[in-house]
């Protein structure tokens, strides 16, 4: 028994933590403290104490494991195929393989823009150390704000190449390829094409160009799925018809080491081509026409000048051209900022697209739209006479026609004819016992005519210009309207702003009867086999609902206008009946009383079956019949050679 006691005492006082002498060390002492700490059930109450001490060991491993299961759960499960993807890109490169960008022809099938063989330097790391910064700038001869523009740009859009540097010659290419430096590993020469556009100057403005895709492209077509450095359309065609010229990427899987370097090629996908557009235009009559709107524009000391013809026959522009101009090419080899820069401050313009986006008073011509509204308003009829004796006046203030002696007692076709000022002043705005068409009528027949207005070219901007009236004044100045402003109006100046494209639309329109057109510049679309993808088919925006009889008047006097008597002397003799009216409008501010003008001369031909309407415009460039008709009869010339080949 003692033994038993003294082992059970030794065991209890280790559990308990009681002394091993004294009192407390006998039986009776033990006694108490053992039958406390078991109570009446002895065995119960230690497995509840140890159950409370081991409960936070086991939540703690609890959690631990519980946190490694949704952890493993979530790269097994969750990113599975995202971690496998990246450790394949580990071993694994795709270079993107460019597509072959359609090609543009002109009318008759002779190709405008193509592509040539050109080499581009790929960066196939964007891991990149100021020591390679500084090696690309030396070695490529770009900023190194450039390349970390580039290379967060890459970044954004998920992809691990970029282009650097394109539009390079093989020697070019071979030479930067041969030299050793710390990026060397880092850079891939590869094929590359290039835009070569074969009159660079004479369309630039309808075609457009290319440049690099940039944010705005990637947001505004994200659907192209545009690689970082891409050569996308930023203007013109290219750029309207970007989804059917771009074509589509082909790729190229290859295995790498774990140096980067290329040990075999896994798979390939052949790119695409894109399609070729058929345009409406004539490149040989556009390359003649240039050069004579080029001579005239210094010849006459003018800031610019346009030169825009179209088919009234269905809305086809044959020719679109606006001086000064620009080489398309250079954007497709890559502009540098600076470069870019110093071409869009350029004084001159030459970017801009003066056809479609300039606005000009028009002058004279708008002496057509007047005529037509009094008509068809039954203010005057063909035999309405106004005796021009060189002005009129109205109170204090005198309106002088353009003659200082005046034309006398004259008629509407004459009125055309020789673009009598205090005609159209008296049935625009009224004086003596005419009363006058007024302002509104005036004005509603210029924008029944597109004038004011946007026609709706396949060009990616278009100004539409302005047709002032009473209620438009008092809405944007806060001025009332007075007769003088009529006056003005009758006769193409004050509030009447129109782009050389509208005054062409309304030449063809009165050309073929009253039928407008919407203009264009692409008559189909085909791949590269010659497969037919899309027909652009005439497309009427209105019929204007004019009395054939009025537009007839109109047209005679039209024909007056380059006939014996007629503004337009310069084309006298032409071999074919046509009709035109001359324009001369003022703008600026006068010095000593003389402001500078604009000329203006259009013109279709021929008479009775038009196949052409021509415009031309050269900007303050001095008068209609002695500097714009001119140009005209040249480019009309030109015209008749090559219809008469046919």
Avoid at 23 to 52: C, H, I, M
Wanted: proline letters at 5%; one cysteine or more.
């Amino acid at each position: 028994m003692k033994f038993g006691h003294g082992f059970s005492d030794e065991l209890f006082r280790q559990r308990l933590k009681t002394p091993t002498s004294g009192k407390a060390a006998g039986v009776d002492g033990l006694y108490p403290v053992f039958q406390d700490s078991f109570g009446e059930d002895g065995s119960q109450t230690l497995r509840e104490n140890l159950v409370w001490r081991t409960l936070p060991l086991v939540l703690f491993f609890t959690a631990v494991y519980f946190l490694f299961f949704i952890r493993l759960f979530d790269l097994a499960v969750v990113n599975g195929g995202k971690y496998f993807s990246l450790s394949e890109g580990n071993r694994r490169r795709i270079e993107y393989i460019s597509a072959q960008r359609g090609v543009f022809t002109d009318r008759t099938g002779k190709v405008i823009v193509r592509n040539f063989p050109a080499f581009k330097v790929m960066l196939i790391s964007l891991k990149l150390t100021p020591e390679h910064y500084s090696a690309l700038e030396k070695r490529l001869g770009i900023s190194q704000a450039e390349i970390k523009a580039k290379a967060l740009q890459a970044q954004n859009s998920g992809v691990s190449e970029l282009v650097l540097k394109r539009g390079l010659s093989r020697d070019e290419s071979l030479s930067l390829e041969a030299v050793q430096d710390s990026v060397s590993p880092l850079l891939r020469f590869t094929a590359d094409a290039v835009r070569d556009y074969l009159n660079p100057e004479v369309f630039a403005h309808t075609l457009g160009y290319l440049g690099e895709a940039a944010e705005a492209d990637l947001k505004k077509n994200p659907s192209f799925n545009y690689l970082p450095g891409e050569a996308v359309g930023k203007d013109g065609l290219e750029n309207i018809y970007e989804k059917f010229l771009r074509g589509v990427a082909g790729e190229r899987v290859l295995e790498t080491d774990a140096e980067g370097k290329a040990v075999r090629e896994i798979s390939q996908k052949e790119p695409v081509a894109g399609d070729n557009l058929v345009t409406t235009l004539d490149s040989a009559l556009g390359s003649f026409a240039f050069e004579a709107l080029k001579k005239a524009v210094e010849d006459s000391g003018a800031t610019g000048g346009v030169v825009v013809a179209q088919s009234p026959e269905n809305g086809q522009i044959l020719l679109l051209e606006s001086y000064p101009s620009f080489d398309p090419g250079a954007f497709s080899k890559g502009l540098s900022a600076e470069q870019y820069q110093k071409l869009s401050n350029d004084p001159s313009r030459p970017l801009f697209n003066r056809a479609v986006l300039g606005t000009y008073p028009p002058g004279s011509v708008f002496k057509l739209v007047t005529a037509l509204s009094a008509l068809q308003e039954g203010t005057i009829t063909e035999n309405t006479t106004v005796d021009d004796r060189g002005s009129i006046a109205v109170g204090s203030f005198v309106f002088n026609d353009w003659k200082p002696e005046g034309h006398g007692v004259i008629k509407l076709v004459a009125a055309i004819a020789q673009s009598c000022d205090v005609y159209f002043y008296t049935i625009g705005g009224g004086y003596g016992e005419i009363k006058g068409v007024g302002p509104e009528k005036i004005s509603a027949w210029a924008k029944k005519l597109r004038l004011g207005a946007l026609l709706g070219i396949d060009l990616p901007a278009e100004a539409e210009g302005l047709v002032g009236d009473p209620e438009w004044k008092k809405t944007v100045r806060g001025e009332d309207w007075y007769i003088g402003n009529t006056y003005h109006m009758a006769i193409g100046q004050g509030d009447i702003l129109t782009t050389p494209l509208q005054i062409n639309s309304l030449t063809a329109t009165l050309a073929n009867g009253g039928t407008l057109y919407r203009p264009h510049l692409v008559s189909q679309i085909r791949t590269e086999s010659g497969t037919l993808v899309k027909q652009f088919l005439p497309e009427v925006i209105d019929k204007i609902g004019s009395n054939p009889k009025y537009l007839a008047l109109i047209k005679e006097g039209m024909a007056g206008v380059v006939g014996p008597g007629g503004t337009a002397y310069p084309m006298q003799g032409f071999p074919l009946k046509t009709g035109g009216k001359t324009g001369t409008s003022e703008f600026g501010v006068s010095v000593g009383g003389v402001y500078k003008t604009h000329a203006w001369f259009t013109v279709f031909a021929p008479f009775d079956k038009p196949e052409i309407a021509l415009t031309i415009l050269l900007e303050g460039g001095g008068q209609g019949s002695d500097d714009a008709a001119p140009v005209a009869r040249k480019i009309l010339d030109e015209w008749l050679k090559k219809r008469s080949v046919k």
